[in-house]
């Protein structure tokens, strides 16, 4: 099995304050990286998608894949309460497969 | 534009029952999936379609089978429900079963067998 590993949280930041997921993955043959936003009771929503090695940039949100470490992270900056949701890393091994891990809760807090 | 819709949102089902969850999307993909979101153990695909007319096995399919019905349509079926298929069934679908295509999710369909 291939794994896509995420710190579960909580993890609680201030309103204004960055928040930083990471996100961790066992196969170097992975070649696509989501970041998908989940609110409790609703469905994944895409955040992010990341290919190359290095940062992109959108709005807020800051995705950064290293492919040497394995290891993909999200930043959220200005983080608000809205924020609050579960975020979850998916990795594309080829095709249609999307490993998800099993996401990381982030607080906000006014 | 809908987007991913998904039938019912809740059921409950007594054990041996069977049902089938129904999902239909308007992007004009050609890529549908099937997933379930067990807490603790996060996505997991059961089935999908890479086009209409095909459908493979995921990563748990044993007590499913799917129908992809055109191009729109994809049904998932729980021939003799079990209680450990209690979950929160998700359909996704993306433009072409590739590495960089973006999966777009359903509401979700919240099943309890008791």
């Known amino acids: 099995q291939k794994e896509v590993e995420q710190n579960s949280g909580p993890l609680s930041v201030p309103e204004g304050a960055i928040a930083s997921l990471n996100c961790t993955y066992s196969d170097r043959g992975s070649q696509s990286f989501f970041w998908y936003r989940q609110y409790s009771g609703k469905s994944p929503e895409l955040i992010m998608s990341i290919y190359s090695n290095g940062d992109k940039e959108d709005g807020r949100f800051t995705a950064q894949l290293n492919k040497a470490s394995q290891y993909v992270s999200l930043l959220i900056r200005d983080s608000q309460p809205s924020d609050s949701a579960t975020y979850l890393c998916?990795?594309?091994?080829?095709?249609?497969?999307?490993?998800f891990g099993k996401g990381t809760s982030l607080l906000v807090t006014p | 534009n809908a987007g991913v819709t998904q039938t019912p949102k809740f059921q409950v089902l007594k054990t041996g029952q069977s049902m089938t969850l129904q999902c239909a999307q308007d992007?004009?993909?050609?890529?549908m999936y099937w997933y379930r979101q067990d807490p603790g153990m996060g996505l997991r695909l059961i089935y999908y379609s890479a086009s209409e007319g095909t459908t493979d096995k995921g990563e748990v399919p044993n007590g499913y089978n799917v129908s992809r019905l055109n191009k729109r349509e994809f049904s998932l079926r729980l021939e003799s429900a079990a209680p450990s298929q209690t979950s929160v069934y998700f359909c996704?679908?993306?433009?072409?079963?590739?590495?960089?295509?973006?999966?777009?999710f359903g509401p979700g369909t919240r099943l309890l067998v008791l």
């Open positions: 992007m004009n993909h050609n890529s």
């Open positions: 996704a679908s993306s433009e072409a079963a590739a590495s960089q295509e973006t999966q777009y």
């Open positions: 998916a990795v594309n091994i080829a095709g249609y497969a999307l490993n």
